[in-house]
């Protein structure tokens, strides 16, 4: 595993008794690093902040956190660079303790390689057969229960150009796998509420502010799989790969949207990006 | 923290790497130490071998679980021991790895001093706020999953008098924040089904193992709060205090059961054992 963690900002290990592995008590951040700084960071801790408040896991303080992420983005290239807040050790037992002190971990991996393809034609879209459990105490949060997530990727087989796409046990949808999911219909972009679950994504947020200023509605809303049908066209969203399109749900094809291109082109994504 | 961890064998500390910690992506047995051995160890072990084959991981050697587990209990005098088995390391990314290797962490804490009243006069019933999202594919494993419980058992006042209530997104009850519930009415014992949230407690199975033998019915229903309130008794099970009368759940008071007296002997729990 090409990582090297730096715990508490030493480089290191972690006490088996800290509550991030016991019971995933914590939260993460998965970011992009090009050229030695981290795209997005701002958002990134923004999340990060509002995730400890709603979990009342203590805010680590910023500055230790952003000279510690800037020693672990390379100087030259890109990486993905992991950001772990966990509600630190603690007596056994759910409870959290009185007195917190929460762990953080940074890791720096190797850049995925993705087809460039996926950015021009873009990818296939999967249902998933796993449905997602509600929880509205939960919803919006990265946190570190992801065993839904980790069953619905085994569904799907084992290459690149394709996402996952999740309902919850309702029937709404609710994102993909590593990603968000926005409709394309007209000049107007939809994409589900995060309410009862789901993930708040750096990118969704950053597409829906970009939207405003092409000129494009946006929203989240309750939809059903039936709208990704009836869409002129979708495309999925994370803050490491950035913006694909989808060519392709079950049966129907999707055409290349010049608003997706829009999108890209304004935020820096795209084949040649 | 008075634990003492055994990962993979030797005396450590976990790899960040491991999606145990990044996904929650593993299982875990918390156990009752007697005297230098489990109680119930054959039970435990049977529900890690379940738990792992329904998410895939493989099932680490019996042999060696067995031997280290004895490594970390007590000569004497009572502990809890805690077993975790992970998916290992893995490439970034929720996909499982091709080839897994499991991570197998053995730990030892003190044991946790319990009002003795408890097992007598018994326990207050708090119902909780959150609800507990449903997923069957998740239902009856005892995943690294947790945040559910962390913040219902956050919702609870800080002492141990007292079990908080779940019930899921649709308003069933599934069981307790650290045990399973069963209503008695006559000679019938209920239980909520694990259909779609909850834990298969231990305790939970050798409950409904033992009733057979007193001549009791055992088994597990969809169940509505109001089935608690229309009970003769409850009481509340793991495997390492065993059983707890429920003294009170709202307004409603319940008296001492001669069951609940009757099974706690059987399988020598109470104030006195």
Not at 80 to 86: G, M, S
Request: aromatic content about 6%; hydrophobic content about 40%.
């Amino acid at each position: 595993v090409d990582t090297d963690w730096l715990v508490d900002g030493k480089p290191g290990f972690l006490d088996p008794s800290d509550r991030g592995l016991a019971y995933g008590d914590g939260l993460f951040e998965t970011m992009a690093a090009e050229s030695g700084a981290i795209r997005w960071l701002d958002y990134h801790l923004e999340r990060l902040r509002s995730g400890c408040r709603r979990l009342k896991i203590p805010e680590p303080d910023e500055t230790i956190l952003r000279r510690e992420i800037a020693e672990r983005c390379p100087p030259a290239g890109r990486a993905v660079v992991k950001l772990i807040v966990t509600r630190g050790k603690g007596a056994r037992g759910y409870r959290p303790p009185a007195e917190v002190s929460p762990t953080r971990l940074i890791g720096a991996a190797a850049w995925p390689v993705r087809p460039e393809a996926n950015y021009s034609t873009g990818i296939e879209l999967i249902r998933c057969e796993i449905r997602l459990g509600r929880n509205p105490a939960l919803a919006g949060l990265k946190h570190l229960n992801r065993l839904e997530q980790v069953l619905a990727r085994a569904e799907l087989p084992d290459e690149h150009a394709h996402e996952g796409l999740l309902l919850d046990s309702d029937g709404q949808v609710v994102g993909c796998t590593s990603s968000n999911i926005f409709a394309v219909t007209g000049r107007e972009l939809v994409t589900p509420e995060i309410r009862y679950c789901g993930v708040e994504g750096v990118m969704r947020r950053i597409v829906i502010e970009t939207a405003g200023q092409l000129g494009l509605e946006a929203s989240g809303r309750a939809m059903r799989p039936e709208a990704l049908l009836a869409a002129d066209a979708l495309f999925v969203t994370n803050a490491v790969f950035g913006i694909w399109p989808v060519r392709s749900f079950g049966d129907r094809m999707y055409a290349t949207s010049p608003i997706i291109r829009a999108l890209q082109s304004a935020l820096g994504y795209g084949a040649d990006a």
